[in-house]
């Protein structure tokens, strides 16, 4: 017999995957520092950054909010991204909250700019996340 | 100066490791002494408590000795909000503690100047030196007991250094 619960947890988030997906579907990608090198004192001089990892997060809608507010030059953006994806993430990850996943980045590359995160809000549906609105911020102009 | 203000920072984070070993800051998947370069990190809008934050700011170089001489000031900021067993009532002990622990690792008020590069560190042949702290008053936000002391650091400029 079909399934036809509409209630169905998973039913949310494919919907939100079929939707951020007809809207354009971009990829964007959070990037980590790389743990530190134990010891080496040239990287806590600024002598040699640490390395750097993108982790890709898709689909994902990217979208200008407030352009002509914008203060100390700065931009915000919004980016509405799958919570499947950012689940897989995390899980693959072994982070245990998508406050810590934020945290731990140093933030969101968009179109091969970098911009900060400025906070993180969930859409649910029976009591399971289906996207993520990411606040981001970053220089007028980096992504015109 | 920027070999000066490596020593300063090097000889704070090995002298930190003697006094109190404990305090340490888990940075980037790595434990260390509790003690670092603001400009040599990664920006952050939330500054770790219990740790000691150092900030370069001002420059001066005084050219009328034999050797220049180079002044920068270092503000070494820490911030506590006291330990979450004690619901933060011992804040105030907890910043007294880490304004013992700086006194004593500004002491002694000098260190050999050492040159680092990735590969190392040679040492060179003078000393990096500098003035007894000075403590400015505490200010509290959020339950948070924040303070700066500020220090002088001086460096004689050796052949070779800009």
């Known amino acids: 017999m079909t399934d036809v619960n509409t209630r169905s947890t998973t039913a949310a988030l494919r919907m939100a995957d079929a939707l951020l997906h007809s809207l354009g579907g971009s990829a964007v990608a959070l990037r980590f520092p790389m743990a530190a090198q134990s010891g080496q004192d040239a990287e806590q001089l600024g002598l040699s950054a640490p390395a750097f990892e993108d982790v890709p997060l898709g689909p994902a809608v990217f979208r200008r909010v407030r352009a002509q507010i914008a203060k100390d030059g700065m931009a915000t953006y919004e980016l509405l991204v799958s919570a499947s994806a950012v689940n897989a993430q995390m899980t693959t990850l072994g982070l245990s909250s998508i406050a810590e996943l934020f945290a731990a980045a140093l933030g969101m590359v968009v179109r091969g700019s970098l911009l900060s995160v400025v906070g993180v809000t969930a859409s649910e549906a029976f009591g399971q996340a289906y996207i993520y609105r990411v606040q981001l911020e970053g220089l007028q102009g980096d992504l015109l | ?162």
Request: proline share 4%; glycine share 6%.
């Open chain 2, 1 to 162: 100066m920027e070999n000066a203000k490596n020593s300063f920072y090097i000889a704070l984070r090995n002298r930190l490791a003697e006094v109190n070993p404990a305090r340490t800051i888990f940075l980037r998947g790595v434990s260390r002494p509790g003690v670092l370069v603001e400009e040599n990190e990664l920006a952050t809008t939330k500054p770790p408590n219990d740790i000691y934050r150092l900030r370069w700011t001002k420059l001066s170089v005084n050219r009328q000795m034999h050797a220049a001489l180079e002044q920068i000031s270092c503000e070494i900021r820490y911030s506590t909000a006291g330990t979450s067993a004690n619901g933060g009532m011992d804040r105030g002990q907890c910043l007294a503690t880490m304004d013992d622990e700086l006194m004593q690792m500004l002491q002694p008020c000098s260190t050999p100047k050492m040159s680092y590069t990735q590969n190392g560190s040679t040492a060179m042949a003078t000393n990096v030196f500098w003035t007894a702290p000075a403590f400015e008053a505490v200010s509290e936000a959020q339950g948070v007991l924040t303070r700066t002391a500020t220090v002088d650091v001086f460096s004689l400029q050796e052949a070779g250094e800009a």
